[in-house]
């Protein structure tokens, strides 16, 4: 069974610029989820998706963060514009759907976000 | 919201010996699960348990429910090098499978 794929591994930009990610949940996964990974911290979850609704995004920042997975499957995250504070890792993951009897959640190696 | 108090926060012990952390909070958890994560890779799953009391075990890895539901622990048993790793506990409170995650216990393992 393959992974939850994520792109690109590495990132580099200024403050301010644009950035978007990518993710491609493991097959079948209905719940699809991005978290904030800071340096020395654990997960933060940021969006759930269930299918192409969003479930949670209360800890999203609005003002720069956006999330999308128009057709079920595949989810993209961006951030515009970004700041320092942004620097981290960003992780998808995926679920067969949400809920204890639908865990574990699986997750991809994630997006290192440097910013300049 | 909730906060997941995870220690201790780094661990250096020999070949061969035995490490043990835990989990606790101030809410009740349904599910407590317990994640590996090796450096640039993402979180691994090692144990999941879904019932207050219940003992798990994974080859060398050991991990318990609290019964008051809101700590677990998780022990590994004759560490190798290859144990070394942050491992991350995490608990869910809801049906909607949002998991909260603690900060991590970096593990050292040394020859």
């Known amino acids: 069974e393959a992974g939850v794929a994520q792109s690109p591994r590495y990132k580099i930009i200024e403050k301010r610029q644009s950035v978007a990610f990518w993710c491609n949940p493991i097959?079948?996964?209905?719940?699809l989820y991005w978290y904030q990974q800071i340096l020395g911290q654990g997960p933060k979850l940021l969006i759930q998706?269930?299918?192409?609704?969003?479930?949670?995004d209360s800890q999203l920042p609005k003002d720069r963060f956006s999330a999308e997975r128009l057709k079920g499957v595949d989810s993209t995250l961006k951030i515009q514009p970004a700041k320092l504070e942004d620097s981290a890792v960003y992780l998808c993951a995926s679920s067969l759907g949400t809920g204890v009897s639908n865990q574990p959640q699986h997750f991809g190696d994630g997006t290192r976000l440097s910013i300049l | 919201g909730q906060q997941l108090n995870q220690s201790p926060q780094s661990m250096f012990i020999q070949e061969g010996e035995d490490v043990s952390m835990n989990c606790t909070s101030s809410s009740i958890f349904n599910t407590w699960l317990w994640y590996k994560q090796d450096p640039g890779e993402g979180p691994v799953l090692l144990i999941a348990l879904y019932k207050a009391g219940e003992l798990t075990s994974n080859g060398r890895l050991t991990a318990q429910f609290g019964i008051t539901r809101k700590d677990s622990f998780l022990n590994i048993s004759a560490s190798i090098p290859s144990d070394v790793g942050i491992y991350f506990c995490?608990?869910?409170?809801?049906?909607?499978?949002?998991?909260?995650f603690g900060a991590g216990t970096q593990v050292v393992v040394t020859p």
């Open positions: 995490a608990g869910l409170t809801d049906s909607w499978g949002k998991l909260q």
């Open positions: 097959s079948g996964h209905a719940t």
């Open positions: 998706f269930q299918n192409n609704g969003v479930v949670d």
